[in-house]
Structure formats: structure tokens, C-alpha cells
């Protein structure tokens, strides 16, 4: 049953699965957005929200590299240059949302950017994977 289980964890296209590996791949995204965050703000003096949105382009590079190679298979475009414009479209549409929730808990509720960072970063996951997985990666029979 666990053998079961670990093929359907790692390998089934059902959303649940893709979610829970999803999780994985936007946890090591995470990891090089955050720790890129904080070496250009602390190490490099850049302003955080600058900051921030070059460590987005970061993490995207490695959410969708790792998205394609664990996470989705199945493809509604074949032109992987088009599919990698409409993943950073909405990326940069969750960057708009990362920086919004950044300035309003940084600035407006005093809170310390690198725990914004975290309350975005939980709210930003849901939207990308949903959006990604609704334009880009979701079978028509899937209904």
C-alpha cells in the first residue's frame, strides 16, 4: 500500500498530488526567493522592495523549471517559450500581489520585511498554482 501511494504522491495528475508536490517545488522556489531577498537587501544595500523583485525573478526561474520536471505533464501549449511567458505573466502577476502585501504589512503594520515576506509567500502560493495549473497545465477532460 505505501509503494501504492508513494507512485500516486509522485506521479499522479491529480490536483491533490500536484499540490502536495507543487508545495515541494514552491518550497525550494521559496528558498532561493528568500535567501535572495535577504542578501540583496542586507548584503547588497538594494531598497526591499526592489529587493524583492529580483529575488521573484529567481525563485520563478527555479518554480518553473522544477514545475515542469516534477509537478505538471501533461501541457495545453507546445511552445515551451509561450508556455514560460504565460508561467512568468502570472508570476508577475503574484509578484504584484507579493509586492502589495509586502509594502502593506511592512509599512503599514510595522512588520519586519522578512516576516511580510512570509505572510505573502503563503497567500501568492495558492494564486500560482491554481492559475498555473488552470491555463497551463490542466487536461480538458478534467472536468
Do not use: P
Not at 542578501?39 to 515542469?68: K, P, R
Amino acid at each position: 500500500m505505501q509503494n501504492t501511494f508513494l507512485k500516486r504522491l509522485l506521479t499522479s495528475q491529480e490536483t491533490l498530488f500536484q499540490l502536495i508536490r507543487y508545495g515541494f517545488v514552491g518550497g525550494v522556489a521559496f528558498v532561493a526567493d528568500y535567501c535572495s531577498l535577504y542578501a540583496f537587501t542586507e548584503w547588497c544595500g538594494i531598497q526591499y522592495l526592489v529587493s524583492a523583485a529580483l529575488a521573484f525573478v529567481i525563485g520563478l526561474t527555479v518554480n518553473y523549471i522544477l514545475s515542469n520536471l516534477i509537478v505538471f505533464t501533461t501541457h495545453r501549449l507546445t511552445n515551451r517559450w509561450l508556455e514560460f511567458a504565460v508561467f512568468a505573466i502570472i508570476g508577475v502577476i503574484g509578484l504584484g500581489l507579493n509586492e502589495l502585501i509586502l509594502y502593506c504589512a511592512t509599512d503599514l503594520l510595522g512588520l519586519h520585511y522578512m516576516i511580510s515576506k512570509l505572510i505573502s509567500t503563503a497567500l501568492v502560493f495558492f494564486w500560482n498554482f491554481f492559475a498555473r495549473k488552470l491555463t497551463l497545465f490542466y487536461k480538458q477532460s478534467q472536468q
